[in-house]
């Protein structure tokens, strides 16, 4: 059974740095995607950021230049660095992990991120 715990979130100032963890634990896929997304309060969940197996890497457009996502293999350990925070980065942030051979997705609990002075 494939877990996703996330980590990170909290309350920062705008124009601050969080850096978001993704701990998956269970089986690890050869083949996968592994995304960030953030759900604000009465607004659809929205793809932040994803990086795939091999490496490759797209970013929604508010988060060029901002956000970073990335991987530590060793600890099957996803990241998601976002700088210059603004208010309307404020919302729940999730990361999913995909299995593309079998198209199944696993989802993390999510974890709030706060923008504000």
């Known amino acids: 059974q494939v877990q996703l715990v996330e980590s990170g979130g909290g309350l920062v100032q705008p124009g601050g740095s969080l850096r978001l963890s993704c701990v998956v634990s269970?089986?690890?896929?050869?083949?996968?995607?592994m995304g960030w997304y953030r759900q604000a309060p009465g607004k659809q969940r929205e793809l932040v950021a994803v990086?795939?197996?091999?490496?490759?890497?797209s970013y929604a457009d508010f988060a060029k230049a901002r956000f970073t996502i990335s991987r530590d293999n060793v600890k099957n350990t996803f990241f998601l660095q976002m700088a210059s925070l603004k208010p309307e980065d404020t919302a729940a942030y999730y990361c999913k992990l995909t299995d593309v051979v079998s198209s199944s997705d696993y989802w993390g609990q999510g974890t709030q991120v706060t923008v504000s002075a």
């Open positions: 269970g089986r690890i896929f050869s083949i996968y995607s």
């Open positions: 990086i795939t197996s091999n490496s490759f890497t």
